[in-house]
Nanobody
Framework: QVQLVESGGGSVQAGGSLRLSCAAS????????MAWFREAPGKEREGVAA???????TYADSVKGRFTASRDITKNYMYLQMNSLKPEDTAIYYC??????????????????WGQGTQVTVS
């Protein structure tokens, strides 16, 4: 089992920045493949960014150039640096880990473990 706990959410004005953290515990080998998702009111959960086992990153077009995903394997942490925030970035942000094969990085079914989410509000 892997436990994931997000932190760093909050309220910010448009154009501002936030840094989300995701702390992993348990069988932390699973964090070698991780992702960030978000769920806005009335919308489906969507993939924001992913870090593959080789460290490569992938981003949704809507956040490319503004968001940066990173991880610190030694500390069992993953991060999402969010810059130039827009009102449409308002959502609950989730970290996910433990990748299954046969699904793309942006698909919910790819990930075994999920955090409880942290709210990001941009006004």
């Amino acid at each position: 089992q892997v436990q994931l706990v997000e932190s760093g959410g909050g309220s910010v004005q448009a154009g501002g920045s936030l840094r989300l953290s995701c702390a992993a515990s348990g069988y932390t080998y699973s964090i070698y493949c991780m992702a960030w998702f978000r769920e806005a009111p009335g919308k489906e959960r969507e993939g924001v960014a992913a870090i593959a086992s080789d460290g490569g990153t992938t981003y949704a077009d809507s956040v490319k150039g503004r968001f940066t995903a990173s991880r610190d394997i030694t500390k069992n942490y993953m991060y999402l640096q969010m810059n130039s925030l827009k009102p449409e970035d308002t959502a609950i942000y989730y970290c996910a880990a433990g990748c299954r094969i046969g699904a793309s990085w942006y698909e919910i079914k790819r990930y075994t473990y999920w955090g409880q989410g942290t709210q990001v509000t941009v006004s």
